[in-house]
């Protein structure tokens, strides 16, 4: 293994190559383009392994990675925000017809106005899609976990977005440490899955079906997500055993005695964990896995440490309901005995945290068994 230094995006595409994918289809759009630019030039110094396909929007990338998948390739593709958004009915459709398709999303806010800063709304508006959502807090996380997706989407049958926030971590360098071709392969294996698509062999697939055995179907995908969260404890099981780190499906850095805990996503678990020795009896949850939502790990930690406050900070908003994770978060205490006080802190737009906001808001007094929103403009 050696050291470097990375960018964010530097170690996503780093990651890609290591993996040895088939094809890479992608567009590039700020703040993901250096990912697209760093896997166009391993392609023109044939360093990378598969096929790197120029396409002229992200639809047609995703529409790409989807055939090439169907056919048993190992695929990989990029996007951000607008682009994201484009791609919307070939995010469904990758996950209805099971294809472990590999997509890392660097949040950007989406327009109108034109904006941007991190905003989570891109990648959290696609909740419902049937992906597998994994948010990750710096470089190496976004490195470790794009070599996990793979492994995770091709077991499940299920296609995996790997998560981070655009400028915070996307442009950001830190030291990364990068294993080498043969110790990645050892984990990463080759493609697990068979390809539906078979030359020589003419099928009609994922045509038209009635309602009932659409509905057995969606059933099916149900179950597969809710396994994610399990085999992705396993996987990193063998993880840990090959490159010596381990992830969760949420990370905990809770301090003895502590009453309040802060629950987020991305690179503002980093602000706060760094902010930690000044906010007393203060805990962090770091949501790595957001689908599968990890309810019952949350409401074990809230239960057995009995958490008087839950502090939920989100940078999105879903207009008419509030924070996205505020709103998982209601439903996972919903039919605890003893709830906590939430608290719903919004930043919305990808305004920053800083050490001023998590001083006040965990000063905030709020009833037991009730749910307060704050907004980041109304802190600073």
Request: net charge negative; glycine share 8%.
């Amino acid at each position: 293994m050696t050291f470097e230094l990375m960018s964010g995006n530097q170690a996503a595409a780093t990651a890609v190559l290591k993996a040895g994918v088939d094809l890479i289809a992608a567009y590039p759009i700020t703040p993901q383009t250096a990912i697209v630019e760093a896997l166009a030039n391993f392609a023109a110094k044939s360093q990378l392994k598969g096929e790197f396909v120029s396409v002229e929007s992200e639809y047609s990338a995703l529409s790409c990675c989807n055939g090439a998948a169907a056919a048993g390739a190992r695929v990989f593709t990029a996007t951000a925000s607008h682009g994201l958004a484009y791609m919307h009915e070939m995010i469904h459709w990758c996950s209805g017809a099971r294809l472990p398709v590999v997509m890392a999303n660097v949040n950007r806010a989406i327009g109108a106005p034109w904006c941007l800063d991190p905003d989570q709304g891109d990648s959290l508006s696609q909740r419902d899609t049937g992906w597998v959502q994994i948010y990750c807090a710096g470089a190496q996380e976004v490195f470790d976990t794009i070599l996990q997706a793979f492994v995770l989407a091709e077991e499940i049958l299920l296609p995996c977005m790997v998560v981070f926030d655009g400028f915070y971590i996307s442009h950001t360098y830190e030291v990364i440490d990068v294993p080498d071709n043969e110790t990645v392969a050892s984990f990463i294996g080759k493609p697990s899955f068979r390809g539906q698509v078979v030359p020589g062999s003419p099928a009609n697939i994922h045509g038209l079906i009635p309602s009932e055995s659409l509905h057995r179907h969606a059933e099916r995908i149900h179950k597969d997500m809710i396994s994610a969260g399990e085999r992705f404890k396993k996987i990193n099981d063998r993880f840990a055993a090959v490159f010596g780190r381990r992830y969760n499906c949420m990370e905990t850095f809770i301090p003895r005695g502590a009453k309040n805990i802060i629950i987020t996503a991305g690179a503002m678990a980093e602000t706060i964990r760094w902010n930690l020795p000044g906010l007393p009896d203060t805990g962090l949850i770091q949501m790595r896995m957001f689908r599968p939502f990890p309810a019952e790990e949350i409401r074990v930690v809230i239960e057995e440490l009995t958490i008087e406050k839950v502090i939920v900070i989100d940078r999105n908003c879903s207009a008419g309901a509030g924070g996205i994770i505020g709103q998982e978060l209601k439903a996972a205490l919903y039919g605890m005995e003893r709830k906590p006080a939430l608290v719903n802190l919004i930043l919305a737009g990808g305004i920053d945290l800083t050490a001023e906001m998590l001083e006040k808001v965990s000063r905030l007094n709020v009833e037991k068994g009730t749910t307060s929103e704050k907004w980041g403009c109304d802190l600073s």
